[in-house]
């Protein structure tokens, strides 16, 4: 649906490597993260394998569970009164998901309430045949019911067709909002800009004895060819990732994840096998960095288009 090519990635790469003088350990990885944030749905080549090919199901920390693929993450969060997954992946990618829940010693027919953090296509395409296999709820915040609802079509960015299998939303989401299953509690956050509903969502996880503030985010990647201020891709986008950043840093985290496993480090941070430690996600700096690179993305794109408007 879009054309940005792997050479463009590779090209940045190059160039933050040979700036960075390639820097290692943690200042390697935060680049890293930092790079795969800029590349966040980027519809076509360059990620495009990463997004097919399965990975295996890990505990993140305490009941958060990773479920997904290699690039496309999907989470799971278990309660003694069932389940809640969070995202998809690719139409093809619901029996990969369902295995990996089952190799964790979970089911997916207990799945109870589906979300999903962006309402494009490769987050979304496997929400109606999961819904429709286990009878569990959707729920989504207003602005993505709609395209849920409609399959991408009022996508104001990609829209204009059909890209995923609609799916049915049975409870709208307001930002604030705290989802209670089991003795889950599941606070909602509003990440407006990637998509008009984007959220975040975050909890506190009991583990030996103390408390860890997780956040699965939303990040406020812009896609490339959207625009901001000039003929906006929707009306307040500008605005919408402006409040997004500024709500982003100023959260307290501890450990976070993200939509796409490449933003938040995933291949540096876990590798198959790895057992299970809750400290493996911990990463309060590395979150405060890819938000602030983003913001600074933004500045750089809001600038320029000023700059073009001022010229015409
Ligand atoms: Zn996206």
């Not at 200042?27 to 080549?45: D, Y």
């Not at 999907?74 to 295995?99: A, K, P």
């Not at 500008?238 to 501890?254: G, I, L, N, P």
Request: include cysteine.
């Amino acid at each position: 649906m879009m054309s940005v090519q792997g050479s463009v990635l590779s090209r940045v790469v190059r160039e933050q490597l040979v700036k960075g003088g390639y820097v290692q350990g943690k200042t390697c990885l935060r680049l890293l993260i930092i790079l795969a944030v800029f590349c966040c749905t980027m519809p076509v080549s360059a990620a495009r394998d990463d997004w097919a090919r399965p990975f295996p199901g890990h505990r993140v920390i305490g009941n958060l569970y990773a479920v997904g693929g290699y690039d496309l993450a999907v989470f799971l969060i278990t309660t003694d009164q069932g389940h809640i997954l969070i995202n998809t992946g690719l139409e093809d990618s619901v029996q990969m998901i369902r295995e990996n829940i089952r190799s964790l010693g979970y089911r997916m027919q207990d799945v109870r309430i589906l979300l999903s953090q962006q309402a494009h296509w490769d987050h979304t395409a496997g929400l109606a045949e999961i819904k429709k296999a286990t009878g569990a709820q959707m729920w989504a915040t207003q602005k993505d019911a709609r395209i849920l609802e409609d399959g991408g079509f009022s996508d104001p960015h990609f829209g204009g067709q059909v890209s995923f299998k609609p799916v049915g939303v049975d409870r709208t989401l307001t930002d604030g909002e705290v989802i209670s299953l089991g003795d889950l509690r599941l606070t909602v956050h509003e990440h407006p800009g990637h998509t008009e509903g984007s959220s975040s969502y975050s909890m506190v996880v009991h583990e030996n004895g103390k408390d860890y503030r997780v956040v699965i985010a939303n990040m406020g990647t812009i896609n490339q060819g959207k625009k901001l201020l000039q003929e906006p891709t929707y009306k307040g986008v500008a605005e919408d990732f402006a409040s997004t950043y500024r709500k982003q840093k100023a959260m307290t985290v501890d450990v976070w994840v993200a939509a796409h496993g490449s933003q938040y480090g995933l291949h540096k941070k876990w590798q198959p096998g790895q057992p299970y430690d809750p400290s493996t996600f911990i990463d309060p700096e590395g979150f405060k960095m890819a938000v602030e690179a983003l913001e600074k993305r933004y500045a750089k794109q809001i600038k320029a288009e000023r700059i073009s408007m001022e010229s015409r």
